[in-house]
């Protein structure tokens, strides 16, 4: 079992007022107190979470260690992760997550990119494509694989992020887009 991250370095502590990983300590307070009242799902859901990511059940479960939970959820490796990319400040080539990813859209046919030039110049190709960031890895998709994410394909912040966000990243579109997909994921 490996240890979760507890605390942010400096670098990172900065970015706790971005709005989208506000969502994160949002959820995370709420699963705390489901499982202070015992309550089975939520019990289910911290020891699945927990052991799918290998880390080691707590004798009492913290709002520490539901970050980490809520930040995994929503495709990050830990809370940490979750509030670097969240705040916009992660470093080019950094783990994006896989926040804008869904098994659902599995079965459609997309174009993934190890390097983002290669991504950028099929996008650029068509105006009815995306390019979306997963991990290190660049997809163009098209208006169903939005959908499928929960969100609309012709809301106006796709097109002030230019339908990409790997450039358009950190940007109030982007961050608009990052909030709209964390709710959808509560659905």
């Known amino acids: 079992m490996t240890n979760l991250p507890l605390n942010g370095d400096a670098s990172t502590r900065q970015t706790t007022s971005a709005v989208p990983a506000n969502e994160i300590k949002v959820r995370a307070r709420l699963l705390l107190n489901a499982l202070r009242r015992q309550e089975a799902g939520a019990i289910e859901l911290a020891r699945s979470v927990s052991a799918s990511r290998r880390w080691a059940e707590p004798a ?13 959820r929503a495709g990050f490796q830990h809370w940490d992760h979750a509030r670097r990319v969240l705040g916009g400040v992660a470093p080019d ?9 869904d098994n659902a859209c599995e079965a459609l046919t997309n174009q993934w990119f190890a390097h983002y030039a290669e991504a950028r110049a099929i996008h650029d190709a068509s105006s009815s494509l995306y390019l979306l960031p997963y991990r290190r890895q660049f997809i163009v998709v098209d208006r169903h694989f939005i959908e499928l994410l929960g969100l609309d394909a012709s809301d106006p912040a796709w097109t002030e992020a230019g339908r990409d966000l790997v450039s358009g ?16 994921m509560r659905r």
Not at 60 to 72: D, G, K, R, V
Not at 169 to 184: C, D, H, I, Q, V
């Open 169 to 184: 990243y950190g940007s109030p579109a982007w961050r608009e887009l990052a909030m709209r997909r964390l709710r959808a």
């Open 60 to 72: 009492e479960w913290t709002l520490t260690h539901c970050m980490n939970i809520a930040s995994a």
């Open 93 to 101: 080539g950094d783990d994006a997550g896989t926040l804008w990813y």
